[in-house]
């Protein structure tokens, strides 16, 4: 007899994906975004949705409704060895690169640093990350059941505490909005949509929404329609909570300028928001909870991480992949917090624009057939202006290109100058496809 599923399952698995996707990383951008934009905030903060919140639900969807298994079978539409580069990209990003170091420094910045000394910040750094990571090896082989017990427990008192931050944060603001740094004078939407990439959720959505679609065929989903309204129904629970508690932080993060001044990340403002409202045991309470969120963050990317490339290469054990991306985590993590993130704007800004085209290319398979001259074409197309785009941001420009795609390509200069040879690119792939190979009835869809 076929289950029911019902709609506190939902709401469950909703929950779940919304854990997933919050990290304790996730709390220190909106609060950054937030002191930086100023009086701009609520235009920022629309652009940090559309990107931090909308590209992973859509992540999470277009996995539901290309029936693959996972990433790497979806991005073989392109090519096989686009599908393995692609796919080995986006685990070393939302990996030991940039996802997995920053465990380590949040965690520090927001639990130890406002607790010791600044000269002792640099030692005090490279002590804590080798004891977060020697932590993390130790959980990720002896025991996974850790992650799932910390997480209940951790999770919850998380959010418990986001919220009376949040709500204190509301009826007693710190200050009013100040006026915006010199990024969010103009085009605030367009730098809010930036630095949604930063939360690297879309990413990680290609990854989480295996376990959501996993999680609603156990309940009884069998056919492509129970699936996708499941996970459609699932993702906009955990988008809904996303939504709510980044607004928050954001307004936390403009409202706190008065007080606390311009600061150099996110985790340095919530850490100087809770001593300001709760004193000193606010901050040691934030320190415990997000020291424990990000170990439980840590321990479970170090075991996806190592668990695909195992995989990929079976004759290095997983227990190898384990101890190489922790040590090597730990070396990146002591670049600091500020320096990380700006080491991984130019990675991100590069890889965005080939999620999103896949993204969208998913939801149009059946409509061109599934034809990989489409994919090819369009994703070749975008990365080519993605690549640009992320050597602007890592500071080497191109002078005669940038003019170039500034005149010919809409909204290149705020960053989205990728979507129009998106288009196009699909557009030359299915044209290109019907004339070598005939009309799009004569040949079946690429699965």
Known sequence: MKQKMSFSYLVAVGFMLFALFFGAGNLIFPAMLGQSAGSNVWTANLGFIVTGVGLPLLGVIALGYSGKSDLQSLASRVSP??????????YLSIGPLFAIPRTATVSFEMG???YITEEFTTIGLLIFSIIFFG???YFSLKSTKIVDIVGKVLTPLLLLFIAILIITAFFKPMGEFQAPTENYMSDAFFKGIQEGYLTMDALAAFVFG?????????RGATTRKEMMSAVAKAALIAAGLLAVIYTSLTFIGASSV???????????????????????????LLSLIVLGACLTTSIGLITSCATYFTKLSPSISYTKFVIIFSAFSTVIANFGLSQL????VPVLVAIYPLAVCLMALTFLHNFFKGRKEVYQWSMGLTFIVALFDGLNAAGISFAPVNELFANILPLYSQG???IVPAIVGAVIGLITSLIVKGNLDSTPAEN
Request: net charge negative; glycine share 16%; proline share 2%.
């Open 81 to 90: 060895f686009f599908g393995v580069a692609f796919t080995v990209a986006l």
């Open 112 to 114: 130890v640093k406002p």
């Open 135 to 137: 932590i993390t090896v």
């Open 210 to 218: 295996i376990i959501v679609i996993n999680a609603v065929k156990e």
């Open 258 to 284: 008065q007080e606390l001044g311009l600061l150099d990340n996110g985790g340095a403002v919530l850490a100087g928001a809770a001593n300001h409202f709760f004193g000193q045991y606010g901050g040691i």
């Open 341 to 344: 993130i700006s080491f991984s």
């Open 416 to 418: 989205l100058g990728w």
